[in-house]
């Protein structure tokens, strides 16, 4: 037990935001505050998502910001991405630099810098059998997280499992569980606006994504934003947003 100078370590720091948030979202956005800060240290901006991997659902269910929660919600559009990686097969994923990479297609390169983010650091969780579960961050500076942060992210990452797992646990067996499994069935955004484009174009999944990541590009708007421009617009009343491929021909509309 630290000494009233001395300083908590993360896992009393943790053990605090348990015991002083209201529910478990609360614990996971603090959470998420706090492991960016941890991690990147005073003056830093980087941004962090938690993603939570359970009965073959995924979510960001802890965020610094909501462009920290935007950009983890690419990657679930995807299918693929350094955190869906991290949490899937329990190992850490580093991209030194968004506008170099390739493991993941152009398209997840692509509206990740529409960000202005550059580098991304994901480390897995130990949750032993609860779910799984990945620590996501982000920075605007290439090679931000070099061996030394990387090294300090491993070592946070490895101190707090416990108590994430003790968290997850407690969550899943009280009214907190409906919000937490609420947000691992809900279709993001992002998806709607895929399947809106794959209807108009009766084009692949690719190809939709493709359209909104160019849009997004083109118009240096977050794709968040498409997306949800797109979904009101067709939910609603007014014009409709149309986006396709160039030198395609817009379908036909009935009268």
Known sequence: MPTPNEPL????KVQDLILDSADFEEFLNELAR??????????????????LL?????ATIGWSSESAREVDEIQYS?????CLTAAQE???VHVPDILAEDRWGPEYANAVASYGLRSVLSLPFNLQGEAKAALNLYSDVPHKFDERAAAK???????ISQALR????????????ANLRATLESRTIIDIAVGIVMAQNRCSQEAAIRILTDASSNSNTKLRDIAKS??????????RTYYQEPGSRKPEQSA
């Open 230 to 239: 797109l979904v009101d617009s067709v939910g609603g009343a007014g014009t």
């Open 9 to 12: 370590s993360a896992t009393e």
């Open 166 to 177: 003790l968290a997850v646990r407690f969550s899943l067996h009280t009214d907190s569980a």
């Open 90 to 92: 329990e190992r850490e």
């Open 78 to 82: 995807l299918s693929q991405g350094p």
């Open 54 to 58: 359970r009965d073959r659902k995924v």
């Open 34 to 51: 706090f492991s960016a800060h941890q991690v990147a240290g005073d003056g830093d901006d980087a941004l962090c998502g938690i993603t």
């Open 153 to 159: 992210a491993r070592g946070y990452t490895r101190e």
